[in-house]
């Protein structure tokens, strides 16, 4: 791949980690106030930011097959990064399908969205009726009983955002 083709890639691996981090400023910022639809806009937004760079880096079908090796070696970024699952931000970003499968196999049909606080802390509800749930105490997000840890994510794209903005700025040689 072309230096300034990479370039171009690193240069947006740093704009959606900037956004990602924003976003997760925003969100401890909306927890401080108890505004709850700023706080699962703020997650919602990280997760797609988080999403985006998932995708910039291990594309699901690459145009240029080795760009997504050449930008994760040039970023220091393992295989093993927390940034490679996108299964939070496919609940968010397809929560249609997310919320027609709880409508067809809820058993007692109770409906838990947009919680803020530990899962259980509402007696009686299976964890598959916890729809978006947010634990400030942990910082996870769960979704119908699958829970997804946010600090690993936040702190990889703080160290990657500080990596693409070096790599970024490098002259094309």
């Known amino acids: 791949m072309e230096t300034h083709v990479l ?5 947006e691996i740093e704009r959606q980690c900037k956004f990602a981090i924003i976003a997760a400023e925003d969100m401890y910022k909306a927890l401080q106030i108890a505004d709850t639809d700023r706080l699962w806009y703020s997650i919602q937004a990280f ?5 985006n760079v998932s995708k910039l880096l291990w594309p699901s079908s690459p145009q240029i097959p080795e760009r ?3 930008l994760k070696k040039s970023l220091g970024v393992s295989e093993d990064s927390p ?5 939070f931000r496919n609940h968010f970003e397809h929560f249609d399908e997310r919320l027609e499968n709880w409508a067809n196999t809820s058993k007692r049909q109770n409906f838990v969205d947009s919680n803020v606080g530990p ?11 916890y729809l978006r749930n947010f634990d400030p105490s942990k910082a996870t997000v769960t979704f119908r009983g699958d829970e997804y840890q946010l600090q690993p994510i936040v702190n990889a794209i703080l160290e990657l ?5 070096i790599e970024a700025s490098q002259p094309i040689t």
């Open 47 to 51: 997760l797609v930011a988080a999403g």
């Open 119 to 129: 899962t259980g802390m509402i007696s009686g509800i299976e964890p598959q009726d």
């Open 83 to 87: 940034l490679v699952p996108r299964t």
């Open 7 to 11: 370039r171009i890639f690193q240069r």
């Open 161 to 165: 955002h500080q990596r693409a903005t």
């Open 68 to 70: 997504a090796e050449e």
